[in-house]
């Protein structure tokens, strides 16, 4: 694979032994650890675009569609290394301030931030904002299923990789017509514009189709 190719991808990741994350749906409901709300289908992987890890996309560089193979990737070329500067502590009270009883193992968005609570005690609160996987030694059984060749498959697998989900865009004329806006539960959100740039970036660099944005009706 090279620059540019979108491919789909099936994987079995694990770390010390343990499955965190997967896209067959029948091992993973063999495990028990099946979630309803997850998607179990191959991911979209755009060679050189950084949409997965360093050493998972260096392992798809020499390989071709059928391919299987099982990768190791050590912390610097997957989540990094554990860094204790992102372990922060936070009086209690500004919590319960708000209503909120933490507890430990519970997630929390502070800001745009994302951390896991590892203690609460002595009226305060301990917040890990390492990603969950840093200084871990991650394992991946790999299989390339496909390579995208159709100009409009590879823009829908750019949408929405990068929105989250798709279904929405509409194509005319060598355009992909994309909604500014998009819904997500009761709420209707415009697509920043840092967003909307990549998208339009990576469609029409490696398709011949153009970007218009629109107002949904």
């Known amino acids: 694979m090279e620059k540019g190719d979108l491919v789909l991808v099936d994987y079995i990741g694990r770390t010390d032994g343990e499955i965190f994350d997967l896209t067959y749906e029948d091992i993973a409901e063999e ?5 309803e709300d997850a998607n179990y289908d191959p991911i979209p992987v755009l060679i050189g675009e950084e949409y997965v890890i360093e ?13 299987e193979k099982t990768i190791e990737v050590e912390p610097e070329k997957g989540y990094g290394d554990r860094d204790s500067d992102k372990v922060e502590t936070y009086p209690e009270k500004e919590f319960k301030k708000q209503g909120v009883n933490v507890r430990p193992g519970e997630e929390l968005m502070i800001g745009n931030q994302r951390g896991k609570v590892i203690s609460v005690g002595s009226g305060r609160v301990r917040i890990d904002f390492n990603h969950p996987l840093a200084g871990k030694k991650l394992e991946y059984d790999v299989e390339v299923v496909e390579k995208v060749e159709d100009d409009e ?10 929105v989250g989900h798709g279904g929405d865009a509409e194509f005319e004329d060598g355009t992909v017509k994309i909604p500014k806006s998009h819904s997500h539960g009761d709420h209707v959100h415009e697509l920043p514009e840092e967003l909307r740039e990549k998208v339009k970036q990576e469609i029409e660099d490696y398709t011949d189709l153009e970007v218009e944005f629109v107002e949904q009706e």
């Open 153 to 162: 498959e590879i823009a829908e697998h750019i949408y929405s990789y990068r």
């Open 55 to 67: 050493g998972f996309e260096e392992a798809l560089e020499d390989m071709e569609v059928g391919d």
């Open 31 to 35: 495990k028990g650890i099946k979630r």
